[in-house]
């Protein structure tokens, strides 16, 4: 039997999964309490600040316990937000166990739920810990109660405070008694599993594995069976908070494997790695393509940063293989990128990356999903709602749906049913966990939860609803394409592609509130909403003259400098549309549709 334990830990955010990990790492001894930074494992600067965890890591603890045995723990950490599924699931096929955090005070939540229904799915040996049970409003029991009748977990939990380290000893106990070791499969052909990689700008991209049968060492060719790519193996090892060389990595390890690898595209997340000359025969199941679900428009907000963008662009994607992009030109916007992300966290991250790491700024158009049409007999995708046909050129056209998992208190029952109704969700499932947690699951067009859904929730249930997806077959709908022109001429910026029932108060929430935001020209500027070149609905700003000037009475030059320059630089960042200028602000109105 071997002593090796390979294990995660699933939680909903915030339920303290990475301050577990920190103690854990420190009750093993792998770092001292004086090296300890808070929160280790999520080392991107931008992660801290979210506090959310983006990318799987893996770390390897060695662990002797009190009869003098010695094991090896290796935490897989993964991440914890739904735009990421994919990539929990390939972390949780490299482990035979789970860790499963609750939090004391906020019970059992949507993702609790999702990311329960992933281990049991990898068929992972469930260990529950309730945590936080330092806080005066920790309710023990109603957790439990939770747990045993939301999950189907009926394990006895452990007790935890993450925070004072308590019944730490008792989770790793757990971890060795119950997690199964992992098989040792040495005499066949090398299989490791690819769970995730990095770029290093010195060594390329790093793969982390965990090898199921056979081994991998140094000097070996391998290949990765789903993407064709063979590689000599320069350097494999394990991570033990930094990269630890060894001679090889053997049946049941985990660990790195350097080759000299320059494209993070050949190196697929659920991909088998094997030697090219002996290969397995059994490359693990569950690979699947990941492709972007949502897309949106990044512009720069200078056209000189054109170039900046693109190159940013590039150096993201040598790290972030879901990224996709390509150029794209928008009337109303100029040079810029379409570019697509796994969701629209996934797009914040990239938005604030650039705005952080490239010091660009950037203008992003509101986010939507990619539909199918049906047109004379031939499908095409849409990826833009700017190339969205024509009804009359319709045949059929499908949208993509999620299946939504949303946890939330009976208080705020009526309200969030209202808000899916609104969002065109039809309700799946409604189960009461209790007498005051209800589960409910809803299938819902991608497109009506990309775009402010998340708030919405929030705000419906003073924060307490918690909200998890996964992607569902996409399904026919009644969508139209619906066109915002300014002074007679359309802002393809603008365009979004709607219900039909919705269409009417989208067009007037638009052209209102873009009514408000433009300011007046020297001219009527009429703002128009047309479906099928139909006008549905109109607004105008009326004329005005505009004389900074009339404040300053008297001859303070000075003064006078100022307010024009103060009025160029209000000019700058307007975009000029035809004759009229519009604001940046217009164009975030966009995103707020409700
Ligand atoms: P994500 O990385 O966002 O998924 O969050 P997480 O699950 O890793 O949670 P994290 O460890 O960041 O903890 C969230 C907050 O809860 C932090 O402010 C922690 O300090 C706090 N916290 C974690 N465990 C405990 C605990 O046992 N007791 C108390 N009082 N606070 C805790």
Known sequence: MSN?????????????????????????????????????????????????????????????????????????????????????????????GAILVIDATQGVEAQTLANTMLARNAKLKIIPVINKIDLPTADANSAYEQMKEGLEVDADPILASAKEGLGIREI???????????????????????????????RGVIVIIRVFAGKIRKGMKVKFMVSDAEYEVL???????????SDELSSGEVGYVVARIKDIHNIKIGDTITESENPTRHPHKGYKEINPFVFAGLYPNMTSEYDGLKTALGKLKLSDSSLVYFPETSVA??????????????????????????????????????????????FVKIDNPAKFLNSSDIEEIWEPYVEATIVCPVDYLGSILDLC?????????????????VILKYHIPLAE???????????????YASFDYVHINPQLGDLVK????????????????????????????????LRDIIPRHMFEVPIQAKVNNKIIARETISVVRKDVLAKCYGGDITRKRKLLEKQKEGKRKMRRFGKVDIPPEAFIAVLKID
Do not use: W
Not at 28 to 46: A, C, H, N, V
Not at 235 to 245: A, P, Q, S
Not at 450 to 456: K, M, Q, S, T
């Open 482 to 513: 619906l066109e915002i022109m300014i002074n007679a001429e359309v802002v393809d910026a603008f365009t979004v592609i709607t219900h039909k029932d919705k269409a009417q108060s989208i067009a007037h929430y638009l052209t209102e509130k």
């Open 172 to 202: 790793v106990d757990s971890v060795i008694a119950n997690v199964p070791p992992a098989k040792v499969v040495k005499e066949d052909p090398l299989s490791a599993l690819v769970f995730d990689s990095f770029y290093d700008s010195y």
């Open 333 to 378: 916007l100029g040079f810029g990128f379409r570019c697509g992300f796994l969701g629209s966290l996934h797009l914040e991250i990239v938005k604030e990356r650039l705005e952080r790491e490239f010091g660009l700024n950037i203008l992003v158009t509101a986010p939507n999903v990619i539909y199918k049409a049906k047109s004379k007999d031939k």
């Open 449 to 463: 939860i990309i775009i402010g859904f998340y708030d919405a929730l929030k705000s419906a249930s003073k924060g």
């Open 4 to 96: 090796i334990r390979n294990f995660c830990i699933i939680a909903h955010i915030d339920h303290g999964k990475s301050t577990l990990a920190d103690r854990l790492l420190e009750y093993t001894g792998t770092i001292s309490r004086r090296e300890m930074k808070d929160q280790i494992l999520d080392d991107m600067e931008l992660e801290r600040e979210r506090g959310i965890t983006i990318k799987a890591k893996v770390v390897r603890m060695d662990y002797t316990d009190k009869n003098g045995v010695k094991y090896i723990l290796n935490l897989i950490d993964t991440p914890g937000h739904v735009d990421f599924t994919y990539e929990v699931s390939r972390s949780l096929a490299a482990c035979e």
């Open 235 to 245: 350097e494999v090892g394990y991570i033990k908070m930094k990269m630890i060389e």
């Open 421 to 437: 109704r609104k969002r065109r969700g039809k309700q799946m499932l409604m189960k009461y966990m209790n007498t005051k947690i």
